[in-house]
């Protein structure tokens, strides 16, 4: 196999891609082969300002990407990590391309650009639910908190303005 390294993706537990992550860097830290190991990369998005820490959102839930180089000796390391279940492609992995890798790096960054979405509304404006269990229902905005990101919606409910508090995400503006 070649000493050359090139990005495989291995499968981890979902949800837990960052501490397979962590466990393989230590794993790799203290091997005797960690120069045939490069980087190590989760890809996710980061939460948009002003929300509370969290976990971050995963653009891929479950898998990881490592560049390597394949052979015996690293197959078995990341292998036997903690919280890793497999490469794909099991036995015989194939290498990603390198441009694949560079279009999960350009979401990444979009991803931190995009974060914080723009609150284009008013109060008093007309607005449609798009998302929930109130979707396709119209109201008036009310109320908007634009450090949590929320909207506040008087939708009618039994024929009564009923106050409803939303994400930004989930209102569209009624033209």
Do not use: C
Request: hydrophobic letters at 35%; glycine letters at 8%; aromatic letters at 10%.
């Amino acid at each position: 196999m070649s000493a050359e390294k090139k990005w495989y993706v291995v499968t981890t537990y979902s949800g837990f891609e960052a501490k397979a992550k962590a466990a393989l860097e230590e794993r790799v830290r203290t091997s005797d082969i960690a120069d045939q190991f490069g980087e190590i990369l989760v890809p996710t998005e980061p939460e948009p300002e002003g929300k509370r820490r969290g976990p971050k959102r995963s653009f891929f839930p479950g898998y990881i990407f490592v560049e390597m180089a394949m052979n015996e000796r690293t197959w078995t390391l990341v292998r036997g990590t903690p919280k890793v279940t497999n490469f794909v492609g099991s036995q015989k992995p194939a290498p990603v391309a390198v441009d694949q890798i560079d279009r999960v790096r350009q979401q990444i960054a979009e991803g931190s650009i995009s974060a914080r979405p723009v609150a284009t509304f008013e109060e008093g404006d007309q607005v449609r639910v798009s998302q929930g269990p109130f979707a396709n229902m119209s109201g008036t905005v009310s109320y908007i908190n634009q450090e949590k990101q929320r909207i506040r919606v008087l939708v009618s409910i039994f024929g009564r303005p009923t106050p409803v508090d939303l994400e930004y995400g989930h209102v569209e503006r009624i033209p």
